[in-house]
């Protein structure tokens, strides 16, 4: 299941959900509103 926007990600991390990307600064889950 997916936990959004809290979710983390990046190596050895599960990737992020529909709609989110791994964020390079943070390595959570974030909004991507361009896609």
Same mark, same amino acid.
């Given at each position: 299941?997916?936990?959004?926007?809290? *979710?983390? +990600?990046? *190596?050895?991390?599960?990737? +992020? +959900?529909?709609?989110? $990307?791994?964020?390079?600064?943070? *390595?959570? +889950?974030?909004?991507?509103?361009? $896609?």
């Amino acid at each position: 299941a997916c936990q959004g926007y809290m *979710r983390k +990600c990046g *190596r050895d991390k599960p990737p +992020c +959900c529909k709609k989110l $990307e791994c964020s390079k600064t943070w *390595r959570w +889950c974030v909004w991507n509103p361009w $896609e």
